[in-house]
């Protein structure tokens, strides 16, 4: 599989502040995504980050609270805006359709832990 | 409303015992079922179905797929305590979205 990489793997922020999340492909992939976890709970999807497009946000996710950029094949950001301990979670890029592997499989990064106080 | 149900929520087995974990689905526009292993942070991709009745293998795990039922289970024989995680379940729709179950948390006793 591809490696994929996510900066920062942990955060500790204020209430109040931003964080942009990176996540990078060391190939080129058709698809990426973006997820959230939260304490105790399974993963839900944020939005599908299209390249060279605004990102296609899931029901209850809106873009002035998490703006997300892709602006190549293996590259992508999420911001968390406007941080409150509400969003405190992991939050984990995933990427399909990885070059020379084929669809129909999705394969995460390492995730980034935040702590909003 | 799409949606993925697992079970049981948590599973505590000895060491060298053999646990089945089931996975119901309720999907529009279904493309395939994936399953993951998640030990921290990361989800690590264990399995993908497509087709009905054709079992996967890795090991000592294995996953089948019935899409008449809506349900898939994945098998974990001789189980080790490093077996001991959140097993995941997933669903695939036509835009490759996953929609997630909740997980069973499965522990390994020595």
């Known amino acids: 599989s591809a490696v994929i990489s996510q900066k920062p793997s942990r955060d500790i922020c204020q209430r109040g502040t931003s964080l942009t999340i990176q996540c990078q492909v060391d190939?080129?992939?058709?698809?990426m995504f973006w997820y959230r976890q939260q304490p105790g709970q399974s993963l839900t999807l944020i939005a599908t980050?299209?390249?060279?497009?605004?990102?296609?946000?899931e029901s209850g996710f809106v873009i002035d609270k998490f703006p997300i950029s892709r602006p190549n094949l293996t590259f992508s950001t999420l911001t968390v805006s406007n941080m409150s301990p509400e969003d405190s979670s992991i939050y984990l890029c995933s990427v399909e359709g990885i070059q020379g592997r084929g669809t129909d499989t999705q394969y995460f990064g390492p995730g980034t832990r935040l702590t909003v106080l | 409303e799409d949606k993925v149900v697992q079970s049981p929520l948590s599973l505590v087995v000895h060491e060298g015992d053999t646990v089945t974990l089931n996975c119901s689905y309720e999907?529009?526009?279904?493309?395939?079922l994936l399953w993951y292993k998640q030990e921290k942070k990361a989800p690590t991709f264990l399995f993908m179905l497509?087709?009905?009745?054709i079992e996967k293998k890795s090991g000592r795990l294995s996953s089948i797929l019935d899409k008449k039922e809506l349900f898939s289970i994945l098998n974990i024989t001789a189980t080790q305590t490093g077996d001991s995680a959140i097993y995941l379940c997933a669903t695939m729709d036509s835009s490759y979205k996953l929609i997630f179950g909740s997980g069973t948390r499965l522990l390994v006793r020595p």
């Open positions: 999907v529009t526009n279904f493309r395939s």
């Open positions: 190939s080129q992939v058709t698809m």
């Open positions: 497509t087709s009905s009745g």
């Open positions: 980050a299209n390249q060279g497009s605004e990102a296609t946000y």
